[in-house]
Structures are given as structure tokens and as C-alpha cells.
């Protein structure tokens, strides 16, 4: 399903007025917010940090245009989500080609293009050379097989044995590993959680004596419930810069960094508006319809134990905040968008979901028939 593009528009209409002009339900995005994200990420490293954003998180024009013009690279994984950065102003040389199990067709079209990739495998690896030997390459790490004691295990990249096969293809086919890629997860709240993982792999990195760039990818996650546990920038950045740095000390040259940071760069600039359409109560339960659904807003759907802070838009709302079960217009059961604590309601009221920037309209799909949304860019 591709969203209704009603272009860009003054940054002070409100959202109010806005759902007048194009009805509900719709997606608002603020270009402002996302500049200054990508602003204070830039003051996090002290290192010489290159931002890449993923482009699967986000991939309305308007919002990659003003990315690519504050110089940030892109981060795509399919053919489609390339061509899309390149027509948005994005240049070959920053655009980074990550995925797992791409054809050989794919290959082709990359290296016809010029754009760097970073392959999942061994055998992705020769497959790359085959096209033309000689080529740079980077490789993926498995971030589960960095943490020893890891409970849950990923299929993204491989392990030290594999980076070694991986190597060993590569110069039996005159190529060069020359950079090496790690997912470190998504959505991290505490650095704590991530450092282990960073030291591991900038610590394999110093094997590779090709090296020429890193690119630490996922990460920086969003306070969703507005619970006040905001991520420390300054100490991920320092980490980072620390073992950027001894890295280049041990191999005596300077190495690139790239960061995809996830999420982070986006999400605080979007908001999901809704109507309310019904209310029911049912046995303990309140229940709040609204004209949106888990098909046009699927985040909830997908991450039901980290759902979006809702407010209601309108005139000072008085009495108890009592607990509500806010839905979409259809019969699928897990059409839930919310669980929240809202004053008294109204049929027509406007509910705003938060922090809706990625992995929301991005993710937005034909399924239950739904109102394809309004998408609305702020700008000044």
C-alpha cells in the first residue's frame, strides 16, 4: 500500500486542522525534528563518524530528500529501497547495500552501479567476485556469536570461523574484505546493552588486515512510553570513539566508521492521528474504535509489549484517566493499536500515537482493506 502524498506544508498547522484538510486516519512528519536528530548525533563521536540512515525504516521521498541533503549516506537492502536513495538525491559512494541472500542479478546491478555491500556469507562472498574478480567487499558478523553467553540467537552474518572461509574467497578470487559490518539489535535503550557487543567485534576487526571501514548497524532505541529512560548519547558515542580509535592505533591507519543508528534518526519526527468511531464497554474492558488499524499503522501489531504514548487532541479534558483498549475499525482480533490510561472520550475525538516515524507507514499493507492514509510533511 503506498501512502497518500499530500505534500509539504507550513510546520505550524496543527494537527487539527490538518485532519480537516485531509481526514483521518494520517501520518505527519516534521522535517525539523529530524535535521536536529541528525545534528546531535553528529556531536555524539569524537571520532569521525559517517551516518548512514536505513531507508526500510522510513521510505517516504520527502523524508530521504532532507536526509540526503544534511549529507547523511543511506543504508538499503533491496534494489527498490537503492533506486529510491539515488532518485532522492543520495550519492553512490554513501550508499551502503546491506542484506542477506541477494541474487546474483542483484550483484550485477550493484557493482554495475558502483555501491559497496556488505554480503552474509561465504558463499555470497564468491558469488560477488564472480561477477568480477577483484572487488572490494564487506563481510557481516554475527552479532549473537560476539556474546558467548547469548540466549538468543540471530541469522544475520557469520562467526570468526566464517569471516575467515569468508576471507579465504575472497583472495582466492583476487578480491579484498575490506570492510566489515555488525547489527548490533534494534531498539537498545541502555548502552550498557550494546558495549559488550561493539568491543567484541572492534576486536575481530583488528584481524582483518584490509580493513578500510566498519559499519556498526541498529542500535539507538526510542522511549516509547514517554517513561523519561532516555538513551545515553554521550556515553555511546565515547565508547565508540574509544574503540575507533585503538582500532586504527593497532592496524596504523585510519579507519572509516559508519553508524546506522537505528531508528533514532526518525521515529521522534512522525505522529499517527486517528478518530474515534465507537466506544464500548465490555465487561472490564474499554474499548475505543478509532478509523485507524494495524494495517496502515502495523508497529503495535508486531511490537505489542512496547506500544506508542497517545494523547487525545481537543479542549481541556477533565475527570479520571481511566484504562483503555484502543482499536481499529475491523474484526481481526489483534487489530489493538493501544492500551493506554485517557480521560473521557468522545465519539470524533482525535487520538495522536507518538513517535511513529519508523517502522510505521514504512510497514503499511493492503491487508484488511483499510483507508490508504494521508501522509503530510512538515516543513519550515
Wanted: charged content about 20%; some cysteine.
Amino acid at each position: 500500500m503506498r501512502i497518500a502524498d499530500v505534500g509539504v506544508i507550513p510546520e505550524n498547522k496543527s494537527l487539527e486542522s490538518l485532519a480537516d484538510l485531509v481526514g483521518t486516519p494520517f501520518y505527519r512528519y516534521h522535517l525539523p525534528t529530524i535535521r536536529a536528530q541528525i545534528a546531535r548525533l553528529r556531536t555524539t563521536f569524537a571520532y569521525p563518524v559517517n551516518l548512514l540512515f536505513a531507508t526500510m525504516a522510513n521510505d517516504h521521498p520527502a523524508v530521504l530528500r532532507a536526509i540526503a541533503e544534511e549529507g547523511v549516506g543511506a543504508c538499503v537492502n533491496s534494489l527498490h529501497h537503492l533506486r529510491l536513495a539515488l532518485d532522492s538525491g543520495f550519492a553512490a559512494n554513501d550508499i551502503q547495500f546491506t542484506s542477506t541472500g541477494a541474487p546474483l542479478e542483484d550483484m550485477v546491478e550493484l557493482q554495475r552501479l558502483g555501491i559497496a555491500a556488505n554480503l552474509d556469507s561465504p558463499l555470497q562472498v564468491r558469488q560477488w567476485c564472480s561477477v568480477k574478480p577483484g572487488r572490494h567487499l564487506g563481510v557481516r558478523i554475527n552479532a549473537a556469536s560476539l556474546r558467548p553467553t547469548a540466549r538468543i540467537r540471530d541469522r544475520i552474518g557469520v562467526n570468526a570461523d566464517g569471516l575467515a572461509h569468508a576471507q579465504e574467497e575472497a583472495r582466492a578470487n583476487a578480491g579484498k574484505v575490506n570492510g566489515l559490518h555488525l547489527y548490533a539489535g534494534t531498539n537498545i535503550q541502555r548502552v550498557e546493552d550494546i558495549v559488550p557487543v561493539l568491543t567484541a567485534f572492534f576486536l575481530l576487526a583488528r584481524q582483518v588486515s584490509t580493513l578500510e571501514y566498519v559499519n556498526i548497524g541498529g542500535g539507538i532505541g526510542v522511549d516509547y512510553a514517554h517513561s523519561g529512560c532516555m538513551f545515553d548519547y554521550e556515553r555511546f558515542g565515547t565508547e565508540v570513539s574509544i574503540l575507533a580509535n585503538e582500532l586504527a592505533s593497532v592496524l596504523g591507519r585510519a579507519v572509516r566508521v559508519y553508524c546506522e543508528p537505528g531508528r533514532s534518526m526518525v521515529a521522534e519526527a512522525g505522529v499517527f492521528v486517528t478518530r474515534v468511531t465507537d466506544l464500548k464497554q465490555l465487561e472490564e474492558d474499554t474499548f475505543v474504535a478509532v478509523d485507524g488499524s494495524v494495517a496502515v499503522f502495523p508497529r503495535p501489531f508486531h511490537h505489542p509489549d512496547n506500544l506508542h504514548y497517545v494523547r487525545a487532541l481537543g479542549p481541556e479534558r477533565r475527570g479520571k484517566f481511566r484504562p483503555v483498549v484502543i482499536v481499529g475499525r475491523t474484526t481481526f482480533s489483534r487489530d489493538i493499536l493501544g492500551r493506554c490510561e485517557l480521560q473521557e472520550l468522545e465519539m470524533g475525538d482525535l487520538l495522536v500515537f507518538e513517535d511513529a516515524g519508523a517502522y510505521c507507514q514504512s510497514m503499511s499493507s493492503q491487508f484488511l482493506g483499510q483507508k490508504t492514509p494521508a501522509c503530510v510533511v512538515a516543513d519550515n
